[in-house]
């Protein structure tokens, strides 16, 4: 008999003890590149070795180059933790080793991504009848969006995109916020668009896109807008009613990258910072963001199901697709074989509800207002209004001091985040978006960024 209770009781244990010392875990990795390289490195293995050895040598060697995500205390770019039920599915998923490309490669794969899209389109209100591809992350979400959406314009222009290719075709404008996430870019850079077909639309000092300007950039011809629903930095909103509004009466396509944001849809309290998104045509978020979903996770929906369809089909004579209106995945993401990664973010909204994810949502919003209120009682500025997750930290209106903060607040392991610049000026970037962070883990953070700060300063 094969010994799969040997490697795998090694990856149980490792990982209890892993996930149960997160809430006391030093937040931040203490090893450097050259120590993990001797811990796991050495030459090409010339032979054998037992699994349950390998699992075990494998966990020593990367444990202090762990960046500990899932703490309560870590407030690093937009990251989430994994919940329970989400990652206890995630290793099934993994035990089963589906391939989800289509029905006839796994039934249940396709029936529980089929019911997991309906409660994602009714959790988020968007308009029944609008698809849901599970991607890897937002990048591929938006890569898949836009494809939908130059497929859309372009047949309105009467070019066909898959057949023909864009030598030759109509060109598009891409009108998209000069505050927007980089992957927007690098998605038009891998649709054959190029980032030239970017107009870039002015924004305000939250970054939000200004709906006046994209109604003055707005002209003829195949154009796509992309708008942002949670921007990285600030957590801001895109005004999405008026842009969905002065979009469509210009016969432009419109794609909302709400890698995080789209989660206000849940929350009947920042249900408002949403408003009007659903009339949007495709949209890009993730589940291993907000959901708390382990990595990789990213949902793309579509409203309209030709387009989407159009872009990403697969056919070929081997391939059993199903006649019967079953789910087959390869038409609705740009993978052929694929990991089941539905089957997580459907034990993750079982598991939490409607409520349970509001909660989330809500919960770090009110986190992240308590933190920009510990650090403002204390001298600090906040770059941000803190709608949202997001807080923009600064410290003695000083780059070079906030830089410092940001560095030293790494090394000292009581919680970690990243720096960024907004609008010109160094900031503190924290960001709540795990599904365990309370009141306890933002005092220990800000006392902790203060003492800092203080140390910093007299020193
Ligand atoms: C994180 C993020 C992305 C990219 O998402 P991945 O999951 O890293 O692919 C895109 N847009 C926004 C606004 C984001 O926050």
């Not at 030709?306 to 087959?328: F, K, V």
Request: proline content about 5%.
């Amino acid at each position: 008999m094969v010994d799969w209770e040997g490697p795998l009781t090694e990856a149980f244990e490792r990982a209890m003890t892993y996930l149960n010392g997160l809430p006391e875990r030093r937040v931040g990795p203490r090893a450097t590149s050259a120590e993990l390289r001797q811990a796991l490195g050495g030459p090409l293995p010339t032979g054998p070795t037992d699994p349950r050895e390998v699992i075990a040598g494998l966990a020593k060697g990367v444990e202090d180059g762990l960046l500990p995500s899932g703490s309560g205390r870590f407030f690093g770019f937009v990251f989430g933790g994994a919940t329970p039920a989400s990652l206890a599915a995630d290793w099934l998923t993994t035990a089963w080793d589906q391939n989800g490309a289509m029905y006839a490669s796994s039934p249940a794969t396709a029936v529980v991504e089929d019911i997991t899209a309906d409660w994602l389109v009714e959790l988020f209100g968007l308009p029944s009848g609008t698809s849901v591809g599970f991607v890897t992350g937002a990048q591929m979400a938006n890569f898949t969006g836009l494809a939908a959406a130059r497929h859309e314009v372009l047949r309105r222009a009467g070019w066909d995109v898959e057949r023909d290719g864009l030598i030759g075709a109509p060109p598009i404008r891409v009108l998209v916020g000069a505050e927007r996430h980089n992957t927007v870019d690098r998605a038009l850079r891998f649709l054959g668009l190029g980032t030239n077909c970017i107009v870039p639309i002015a924004v305000d000092g939250q970054g939000r896109m200004r709906a006046d300007a994209l109604a003055e950039a707005l002209g003829e011809g195949p154009q796509i807008v992309c708008a942002q629903a949670g921007n990285v930095n600030t957590g801001a909103f895109d005004p999405a009613a008026e842009i969905c509004e002065v979009a469509h009466a210009h016969n432009a396509w419109v794609h909302v990258d709400g890698a995080f944001g789209l989660w206000a849809a849940v929350s009947p309290s920042l249900q408002h910072l949403v408003q009007g998104i659903e009339n949007a045509d495709s949209w890009a978020t993730d589940a291993h963001k907000w959901l708390n979903v382990p990595y990789d996770s990213g949902l793309v929906l579509c409203a309209h199901p030709e387009p989407l369809r159009a872009s990403m089909s697969l056919t070929a004579a081997y391939l059993i697709q199903d006649q019967n209106g079953e789910r087959d995945s390869l038409d609705y993401n740009p993978e052929s074989s694929r990991r089941a990664r539905g089957i997580p973010v459907y034990a993750a909204i079982r598991a939490l509800g409607r409520s349970g994810i509001a909660e989330i949502v809500d919960r770090c919003h009110e986190m992240a207002n308590r933190f920009a209120q510990r650090l403002e009682a204390d001298n600090v500025q906040v770059l941000n209004d803190v709608v949202l997750n997001q807080v923009l930290a600064r410290f003695g209106d000083d780059d070079e001091l906030t830089r410092r903060v940001v560095t030293a607040v790494q090394s000292d392991g009581t919680c970690w985040m990243s720096g960024t610049t907004w609008q010109g000026k160094a900031a503190m970037r924290i960001s709540v978006s795990n599904w365990t962070t309370g009141p306890t883990d933002i005092d220990r953070s800000a006392a902790a960024v203060l003492r800092i700060r203080d140390e910093l300063i007299r020193s």
